[in-house]
């Protein structure tokens, strides 16, 4: 029988899943378009290799997302929830790696046609360091807490 804990946390990472990936999917899918467009044909030599780093950042995270629905799929059935939750889980952090940089390369390009290279690295360094801080460092000081927190208590 299975474990009720581990039915739910799995449904709590493809919820997860499903909040990461229509993101992902349309922020690619906005990025497809770009190069196609007649101001594209314009973009200084930064900004065309600031796209093309954003576009393939954009293609891993899809593809680190898209994983583990892509697993489950070819690989029925899971037997085993435990080691398949675990091969989620590091599926869609490994995603949020290029997540991150695409997030903050779209936003540096967008700056620069918007407003010019000037505001530009500001901005983005500004969009970095929130999602520095939003996705990693809180979430992994948490983790730090949890985990050296009962290191301590056994220590006792």
Known sequence: MADPDDERSLDELLSETRILLPGT???LAFLMTLPFTDRFARLPE??????????????VALACFVTPASYHRIARPIRDKVRFKNFVNVFLVIGLIPTSIST???????????AGRAYAYPTAAIVAV?????????PLLRV???YGGLRRAEAR
């Open 25 to 27: 999917q349309v922020l």
């Open 46 to 59: 930064l900004e065309r290799v600031v796209y093309f780093c954003t576009f393939l950042a954009t293609q």
């Open 104 to 114: 903050v390369l779209t936003t540096f390009l967008i700056a620069s046609v918007v």
């Open 130 to 138: 929130f999602v520095m801080i939003m996705w990693w460092f809180a």
């Open 144 to 146: 730090h807490e949890r």
